[in-house]
């Protein structure tokens, strides 16, 4: 038991009280240093970048995005790296009148809205060839057009019929499935790109 000083406190428990601040200033107890090397031979230290001047706040991924891909270029494809953003998912088939129709609006206004409000097509329901031909022809080619002629994806939104827009704003939250036309989808991405 520590002796009490003059003024009737007692000293072991002032000394403790310093003691604690002197280790926490010096780092001990709390584990190595964030910059310090690891150990010879043992395994890298590993960080979590919440933040980074370029980036700002790492944004987590919402169950929307959790789906990859490959682009009919043959590109890999992960929607994760959109997440955070509001999102237009467009299910389309090469040999739908529709499709193409809605195709020359979509060429018009993706690169408008590349940054702010990414339009995705998502091509099934043919051969890769007429998927390639199609995106030529209507002058898609910028904008990511993921194939899916296994049906991966329509099956994960339970996209039953083309052509299908699936919105997904910034939260991750399905706010729009179905169809579209040229006037009602401007109009909804730029109301998203406005928030």
Do not use: N, Y
């Amino acid at each position: 038991m520590g002796s009490l000083s003059p003024t009737g406190r007692s000293t072991g428990a002032a000394t403790a009280v310093l003691l604690a601040a002197v280790l926490a200033t010096a780092g001990c107890g709390a584990g190595p240093d964030a910059g310090a090397a690891p150990p010879a031979g043992g395994p890298p230290a590993t960080t979590v970048d919440t933040a980074s001047p370029s980036t700002g706040p790492t944004v987590p991924v919402p169950d929307t995005l959790r789906f990859t891909g490959t682009t009919l270029g043959g590109a890999a494809f992960d929607a994760a790296a959109l997440a955070g953003l509001p999102v237009v998912l467009w299910f389309w088939a090469p040999w739908c009148a529709t499709c193409a129709s809605q195709a020359w609006t979509i060429a018009e206004i993706e690169p408008g809205f590349r940054e702010t409000v990414p339009i995705i097509g998502v091509a099934g329901l043919g051969e890769r060839k007429a998927m390639t031909d199609f995106v030529t022809e209507f002058e898609l080619g910028p904008m990511p057009q993921i194939e899916d002629r296994a049906g991966t994806i329509w099956r994960r939104f339970e996209v039953v019929e083309q052509s299908t827009f699936v919105i997904i704003d910034r939260d991750g939250r399905i706010i729009h499935q179905g169809w579209l036309d040229g006037e009602d989808l401007t109009r909804r991405v730029t109301a998203l790109a406005a928030t």
